[in-house]
């Protein structure tokens, strides 16, 4: 049944009614509950992020991807009141260029009403020619639908949606429709992007193309999602139908986004259907989280999970091809982040069956990240004194361990330093040694020995070298294949 109502001037309203409640999630208001009660308490718990500005979420069955989704979701503040909520999936019913917004009523759903904000609606249509009030484009259209229990269910304050299909299969025109939606881009509201990612390979298979999906999509590149669909679509992996169902959504937020130092994508959570108990493992579709929100403080450097993979491939190539045949092997800085090309130290160390095989790094900050791994993953294959040169034997047994280093500090009492956050560098005259953060964790060491062993045996300036050094302190960014395994 259509709801009609009548407001002023007699303006026709048309409530959206469900159309796929009891196929893709209980129609029943109670089950429907419990169900999320049950998808929530199992989901990735909040990671901390602050300034939340959008969450890309799956939206198939509940029974498969709904606790992928709840992860999603629960990355968002739930005391927060928002100004709107923009829902945002790409058409699975209706072809049609551009992007139609609903505009006639609001949402009617199971566990009650969802208000759309109809003004804002028709004010999207009046401001760009590609934005239409369709309603076909929605009476259908689940891929918006589903995420709504959810913010329902997480949400503490009424909220208002902003419901937008996009029907274009055009980069250009997504890009247009970007620049439409991007002043909305902000802490007073939130967007939703709709979206699941492999349909129809093997498990296996999804679990491969879905990561560098994922990976894709949180470089905050929109050239570098164009480019690794079309790379995934030429491997001719077998039944793989899409790699990303909601692309032209997502490519809509990158758009937003691109080019935005202070914005950071994080992946929250992975599966595929055939993780239910629901699916198999022969033909699955694969679903991810993932959370985009602002740094607090612009200038704080971070690197995304994609960057850490970006610098440990680098970092392995670089040794490969150096210790095989004496070559420095090119880099594509086309898709690499803005963070990856810029100054700062970094130690590269390498372990060979748990015991250290190498370790040397710079402090300096004079060349891009990118380029300081390639020249630290040379020196500690080859270079450190305490090991012969690695040998091309040795290479595939090599475990890589990148720590990229902040700014120097110099402190005025040890008593600033903590162990485990810092790492030292002690200097005197022409000598100087130091310790990564991670070497007073590993070794237990009290901060006396510390500072001890790292004047002494680092610096050659004696156990109780430290007390008449000048000592600095910073902190490390580490992550090693232990994190990140080689493809």
Known sequence: MVLLTW???????????????????????????????????????????????????????????????????????????????????????????????????????????????????????????????????????????????????RLKHDFQIVPIVIGTHAPETCARIAETLKPYLNARNLFVVSTDLSHYPNYEDAKKVDRLTLDAIASNSPETLLRTLKENDRKNIPRLATSLCGWTSVLTLLYMTARDPSITYTIVDYKNSGDSIYGDHVRVVGYGAVCVSRKENPGEFALTDKDKRDLLTIARKTIKAFVERQEMPSVDVNTLSANLKTPCGAFVTLHKNGMLRGCIGRFEPHEPLYKVVQQMAIASATEDFRFPPVEPSEVDKLEIEISVLTPLRKIKSIDEIELGKHGIYIKKGGRAGTFLPQVATETGWTKEEFLGHCARDKAGLGWNGWKEADIYVYEALVFSEKDFPPR
């Open 7 to 153: 407001g002023s001037g007699c303006s026709q309203q048309t409530d959206r009614q469900p159309a796929v409640a009891g196929q893709f999630y209980p129609a029943e208001p109670q089950e429907l509950r419990n169900q999320l009660q049950g998808l929530f308490r199992r989901a990735v718990p909040p990671k901390g992020a602050k300034n939340v500005l959008a969450v890309i979420v799956p939206h198939a069955g509940y029974v498969f991807s709904g606790e992928v989704a709840a992860s999603g979701f629960n990355q968002i503040d739930p005391d927060k009141k928002y100004e709107n909520i923009f829902i945002i999936g790409s058409s699975h019913q209706v072809a049609f260029d551009g992007a139609a917004v609903y505009t006639k009523g609001d949402f009617l759903m199971p566990m009650g009403k969802v208000k759309v904000n109809v003004d804002l609606g028709k004010e999207l249509v009046r401001k760009n020619p590609l934005f239409t009030d369709r309603p076909d484009a929605h009476l259908y259209e689940h891929s918006l639908e589903v995420e709504i229990p959810f913010l329902q269910y």
